[in-house]
């Protein structure tokens, strides 16, 4: 079975500090995806990433980067010079390929970080 | 492009009552997702259908039943609501084979009383 655990419950920082949420999760699979949501309080839930198990590159887009290390089974996510409207829920999510590929996409969440970010 | 809408937006319903949330998607994609969220508990699926005339169960499939009406719409119904299912509703879709991303729905509110 998978699961994703998110340990923390609630970051604050002060808008400009970096933020590094962290994500673990556990599967069986040898292929499988994991992903980055956020959730603003308005409560919709947008993309962010998608990585993949076979590619372990690590990425830098704008503020955001994501760091995916198989051999400790994290992928944690880093906000560079936070600012005010970062403040969000965001969770990590995981998904297996198992099946065919019509039966893949099946996301199990983590728990979900809420960060605050004051001015 | 609306993307996935869901209606309503809020409800509230006696224990025992019944409902229909409709959820539809613009995306042309083809497989689509209910899933519930309750606090500290992150995403849970409640049923999903892979494609048009599939559906099949999820984590927390109990006291629920859906409809994929067609390509677009894919309704959730509680027969006789419980307030163990106040929460808030997802509905999200995904284009299919190896597109993973999940798009979702702004949410419904439901607070069973």
């Known amino acids: 079975a998978q699961k994703v655990t998110q340990a923390q419950t609630e970051i604050s920082v002060v808008e400009k500090e970096d933020v590094t949420l962290d994500c673990v999760y556990e599967?069986?699979?040898?292929?499988?995806?994991l992903f980055w949501y956020k959730q603003p309080p308005s409560g919709e839930l947008v993309f962010l990433i998608r990585?993949?198990?076979?590619?372990?590159q690590n990425e830098i887009s704008g503020r955001y980067s994501w760091n995916f290390q198989k051999s400790t089974s994290s992928f944690n996510f880093t906000i560079t010079a936070s600012q005010v409207v970062d403040s969000a829920v965001y969770f990590c999510?995981?998904?297996?390929?198992?099946?065919?590929?019509?039966?893949?996409?099946?996301?199990?969440f983590g728990a979900g970080t809420q960060v605050v970010v004051t001015p | 492009n609306a993307g996935v809408t869901q209606t309503p937006k809020f409800q509230v319903l006696k224990t025992g009552q019944s409902m229909t949330l409709q959820c539809a998607q613009d995306?042309?994609?083809?497989?689509m997702y209910w899933y519930r969220q309750d606090p500290g508990m992150g995403l849970r699926l409640i049923y999903y259908?892979?494609?048009?005339?599939?559906?099949d169960k999820g984590e927390v499939p109990n006291g629920y039943n859906v409809s994929r009406l067609n390509k677009r719409e894919f309704s959730l119904r509680l027969e006789s609501a419980a307030p163990s299912q106040t929460s808030v509703y997802f509905c999200?879709?995904?284009?299919?084979?190896?597109?993973?991303?999940?798009?979702f729905g702004p949410g419904t509110r439901l607070t069973v009383t």
């Open positions: 999200a879709s995904r284009a299919g084979g190896r597109s993973y991303e999940q798009y």
């Open positions: 599967t069986r699979d040898t292929t499988y995806y």
């Open positions: 990585r993949n198990s076979f590619d372990e």
């Open positions: 999510a995981l998904s297996e390929a198992v099946g065919t590929t019509d039966s893949w996409g099946k996301l199990q």
């Open positions: 995306m042309n994609h083809n497989s």
């Open positions: 259908s892979a494609s048009e005339g599939t559906t």
